[in-house]
Structures are given as structure tokens and as C-alpha cells.
């Protein structure tokens, strides 16, 4: 069974800097690219980059180059995406997820963030 | 950027037929993925590659797409089916489409 398993909830204040976790298992790591989405309160998704574990190449969302980064770490299967200068705008639920052209599409729960002074 | 628009709502009775559409430039010429989210809970692909239902979706699901315009279609509506449904494609970056709520009446 593919699992995608993320940190926990986060609160950060404004400026800080949060760094989420996904570990995966149920198939190998390097098979699919892993993407970030964020999703705000009451909003829909915003794709916010991808990685390829297999060569760490990356690519952000316009929105978010700069002040995301995302890594990957092919020792323990898992991804990670940092995102710097939070603002209030930031809070929402990170996931990370498989999503590619085919059937093998899986999503963690979700990292909900809150960026609160 | 690529810009892909979806309608806020659409709403169908219990057993009709509800169409939900996801508008882009040429968007036929891509592949188009469609996720279906209920409160709380990460998004669920329901079709792929335009037209294609992932296993234990049922079969009332099912895409088409051409020219602007790419529409998933759900036939013989369920309460279980009101969510939102966002659509996907890749254009140098993943763009997902602003998201429908479907309300079953």
C-alpha cells in the first residue's frame, strides 16, 4: 500500500521559516516526481513545485520562486519543502503528492500551517 | 501562464446528469486530470489523461476534451458526489483550474 506521510501541524510567526516532511513507502521513491500543493482556508489549489527525487531537479511555481525549496532524500524516502518569509497569505494546508500523467496518483492528508504574530 | 477556468458552482438534481467544465487555450492538445475534494480530505484523481477513470471510480465518471474546453461528466448524480472538482494540466508547470463546488439537490 502507497503511503504518503507528512509532519505534523505547524505554527509559525510572520517572517519565520517552516520546513515540512513526506515519507513514502509502498513503492520506490525515485519512481515519480513529488509535488507540493498548497491550499489557503476556504481556497483551491496552488501547485507550488516538484522534485525529482531520482536527480533532485526542481521546479517552482513562479508564485512561490525564491522562498520555497524543495529536497528530497533518497536515503530515508522522503521530501521535504521549505518555505521562507511566511506571511499571514501563508497559512494554509501544504500536501505533497505523486500527481503525474497517469493513474499513480497519491496524496498525503496534509500540513496545515499557520503563520500568526 | 497557463490559465485554466472553471465554473464556481454548478448544481444537478439527485440522478441527472451534472457537467463541470475546465477552459483553456488549446486545452485539447493536453492532458487533462480532474480531482474530486470533500471537506477535510486531500484531493481524489477521478479521471486521467482526458478520459480514463483510475480503478474503484465508478463508472458514472467520465471526461472528454477538445478544443478550449474539457468537461467531466457525472452521470446519475449521488449526495456523495457534492464536493469540489478542480481540474489539471502540465504546461511547463502544473496548473490546476480554480476549483466547482457540485451541489447534488
Known amino acids: 500500500e502507497v503511503q504518503l506521510v507528512q509532519s505534523g501541524a505547524e505554527v509559525k510567526k510572520p517572517g519565520a521559516t517552516v520546513k515540512i516532511s513526506c515519507k513514502i513507502s509502498?513503492?520506490?521513491?525515485?519512481?515519480?516526481?513529488m509535488h507540493w500543493v498548497q491550499q489557503a482556508p476556504g481556497k483551491g489549489l496552488e501547485w507550488m513545485g516538484l522534485?525529482?527525487?531520482?536527480?533532485?531537479?526542481?521546479i517552482y511555481a513562479e508564485k512561490f520562486q525564491g522562498r520555497v525549496t524543495i529536497t528530497a532524500d533518497t536515503s530515508t524516502d522522503t521530501a521535504y519543502m521549505e518555505l521562507s518569509s511566511l506571511r499571514s497569505e501563508d497559512t494554509a494546508v501544504y500536501y505533497c503528492?505523486?500527481?503525474?500523467?497517469?493513474?499513480?496518483?497519491?496524496w498525503g492528508r496534509g500540513t496545515l500551517v499557520t503563520v500568526s504574530s | 501562464s497557463y490559465e485554466l477556468t472553471q465554473p464556481l458552482s454548478v448544481s444537478v438534481a439527485l440522478g441527472q446528469t451534472a457537467r463541470i467544465t475546465c477552459g483553456g487555450n488549446?486545452?485539447?492538445?493536453?492532458?487533462v486530470h480532474w480531482y474530486q475534494q470533500k471537506p477535510g480530505q486531500a484531493p481524489v484523481l477521478v479521471i486521467y489523461?482526458?478520459?480514463n477513470r483510475p480503478s474503484g471510480i465508478p463508472e458514472r465518471f467520465s471526461g472528454s476534451n477538445s478544443g478550449n474546453t474539457a468537461t467531466l461528466t457525472i452521470s446519475r448524480a449521488q449526495a456523495g458526489d457534492e464536493a469540489d472538482y478542480y481540474c489539471?494540466?502540465?504546461?511547463?508547470?502544473?496548473?490546476f483550474g480554480g476549483g466547482t463546488k457540485l451541489t447534488v439537490l
Open positions: 488549446n486545452i485539447g492538445s493536453k492532458n
Open positions: 522534485i525529482d527525487p531520482e536527480d533532485g531537479e526542481t
Open positions: 503528492s505523486t500527481m503525474g500523467s497517469g493513474s499513480s496518483d497519491y
Open positions: 489539471r494540466v502540465w504546461d511547463s508547470s502544473t496548473v
Open positions: 509502498g513503492y520506490t521513491f525515485t519512481d515519480f516526481h
Open positions: 489523461k482526458d478520459s
